[in-house]
């Protein structure tokens, strides 16, 4: 395949969404190690860290090669300097950074070798294996008492039936024994689940191929994979998007919802959505709701410029009636329903307010405010028990009182959403990327979270080059974050 492809639709799939992979505590029980706290805590110091990519940053002269920054998590929240900026030119990182590797095009996290810490999985899905141009690899950086260190790539079991290995990642306990199981997609059909009781010197204790009915080929696969509990039975269920193709009469985009069990994946429903979804206990049930996205649009009146839609979970899974669909038509949210508003681009779930209930963060990427072509803006909603409330609805931009910066044309403001704890005050934080801000050197936001919602007050900002990135090339520092 055409080593510069640039990952158009692969990335635009990899932000959406909103997960559960934040929300993940694995239940680990090694006898030599206390049990992680959260799957994005690096150095387990009880703060959840954040994880922001720049998959088409130039390292050592290489355009396109990627990194990633993992900021730390603090009593404080995060801060510019509080940081780690990692490529494939990092030591102990297996590979060397080369021309569209597009290292950091997907992220996922968890504890896979069960010492107490939680180790980050990067894709680098452009990576040449030998003569296997875009064959695609996956690396785990493990965690540790001082942070992100050392690593092992995760090979492609079956490199000429595919490229792009790493485009889409996904950590869970899959089959409820307690050990965090890793899922790989590429541009094939097939997952690779990657068995836990990982090591540093061996990797996975054993794997298997999860077959699914998604398209294959440039931009197809699976796109992007989420996990969850959609069931509430304490095993991990796996949300698997794409192009849903199963039987070539017919195709549509859909986000594809395996539950987990002893026995394996398993198949339970196919919710139509724009390859991309969020997880997350909305209505406070016990059970994981998904949001699905159709931020390409539908027709006037009924999401013209982009929406989100609510499924709720319950003890059989997924339910398939809908609950809702928003969209900036609908009564109570800001904003005006527009073509290529792209409401619904990326999307967050966690609890904001501290109610116990998970709360969403929506990006319209691509929304004009005032003279601001393309500028973009973050929408919040909260949750109740019945699904999502829009009476209450927040918009957040550059010009909004207290977020540093101001709209300007090209900003793509919302380019990746995250709602997490990030100062262990038990309110999500937002975090919020710009991948083109100043002419595409890409910025990001973290504005703090408290009872009343979403606070500008102690609004952290910084750009590329205060992350340690190099801004030649137009990195795009914000496309992505860890879900």
Same mark, same amino acid.
């Given at each position: 395949?055409? *080593? ?39 150095? $387990?110091?009880?703060?959840? #860290? ?6 088409? +940053?130039?390292?050592?002269?290489? *355009?396109? =090669? ?5 900021? @730390? ?19 102990? %990182?297996?590979?060397? +950074? ?10 996922? /996290? ?8 939680? !180790? ?17 690899? =996956? ?20 490199? /000429? ?17 307690? *050990? ?23 990797? =996975? +204790? ?30 991990? #269920? ?5 192009? @849903? ?7 549509? #985009? ?5 539950? $987990?069990?002893?026995?394996? &994946?398993? %198949? ?5 959505? !724009?390859?991309?979804?969020?997880? $997350?206990? %909305? ?42 669909? %928003? ?17 619904? @681009? ?27 072509? &393309? ?49 262990? #005050? ?13 002419? $595409? ?25 205060? +992350? ?16």
């Amino acid at each position: 395949m055409n *080593k510069t492809h640039p990952l158009r639709t692969t990335l635009a799939a990899a932000t959406a969404m909103a997960l559960a992979g934040s929300l993940l505590t694995l239940a680990v029980v090694p006898a030599t190690a206390a049990p992680v706290t959260y799957a994005d805590d690096f150095n $387990g110091d009880g703060y959840r #860290d954040l994880v922001t990519t720049a998959a088409r +940053a130039t390292v050592g002269g290489m *355009k396109f =090669a990627g990194a990633v920054v993992v900021n @730390y998590g603090s009593a404080s929240g995060i801060s510019a300097s509080n940081r780690k900026v990692i490529t494939q030119n990092s030591s102990g %990182i297996p590979g060397t +950074a080369e021309p569209n590797d597009f290292f950091g095009a997907d992220l996922a /996290s968890g504890d896979l070798n069960n010492d107490g810490y939680a !180790d980050l999985v990067v894709g680098a899905p452009g990576e040449d294996v030998g003569d296997d141009t875009n064959g695609g690899t =996956a690396v785990v950086i493990w965690g540790s008492a001082s942070g992100l260190s050392g690593a092992r790539g995760v090979g492609d079991p079956t490199p /000429s039936g595919h490229d792009w290995f790493g485009q889409s990642l996904a950590v869970g306990d899959f089959s409820g024994d307690g *050990k965090a199981d890793l899922a790989i997609g590429s541009s094939g059909t097939s997952v690779w689940i990657h068995k836990g009781g990982f090591t540093k010197s061996s990797g =996975a +204790a054993s794997r298997y191929k999860l077959t699914t009915p998604l398209q294959s080929g440039t931009d197809r696969g699976a796109t992007s994979l989420l996990s969850g509990d959609v069931n509430g039975d304490g095993t991990d #269920d796996l949300l698997a998007n794409g192009t @849903y193709y199963p039987d070539r009469s017919h195709m549509y #985009d859909a986000t594809l919802v395996y539950v $987990g069990a002893t026995s394996g &994946l398993t %198949i339970q429903t196919v919710l139509e959505s !724009d390859r991309q979804a969020a997880v $997350g206990d %909305i209505n406070g049930d016990g059970c994981d709701d998904v949001i699905t996205s159709a931020w390409w649009g539908v027709s006037a009146g009924d999401g013209l410029g982009g929406s989100i839609t609510t499924y709720l979970g319950g003890r059989e899974g997924i339910r398939t009636d809908p609950v809702q669909t %928003i969209h900036q038509d609908t009564p109570g949210v800001p904003g005006v329903d527009e073509s290529s508003d792209h409401f619904g @681009y990326a999307v967050s779930l966690d609890d904001i307010d501290g109610d116990g209930l998970a709360d969403a963060a929506v990006s319209a990427f691509y929304e004009g405010i005032g003279t601001a072509t &393309l500028t973009g803006s973050v929408t919040v909603f909260r949750g109740t028990p019945v699904g999502l409330s829009t009476s209450d609805a927040e918009i957040f931009h550059q010009d909004t009182a207290g977020v540093p910066g101001g709209n300007e044309d090209d900003d793509h403001f919302g380019s990746s959403v995250r709602l997490a704890d990030l100062n262990g #005050d038990h309110h999500a934080d937002l975090s919020i990327g710009a991948d083109a801000e100043n002419t $595409g050197d890409g910025a990001l936001w973290s504005l703090r979270g408290s009872s009343a919602g979403v606070t500008t007050k102690n609004a952290v900002s910084f750009g590329a080059s205060s +992350a340690g990135l190099s801004t030649s090339g137009s990195p795009g520092f914000g496309h992505h974050m860890l879900r």
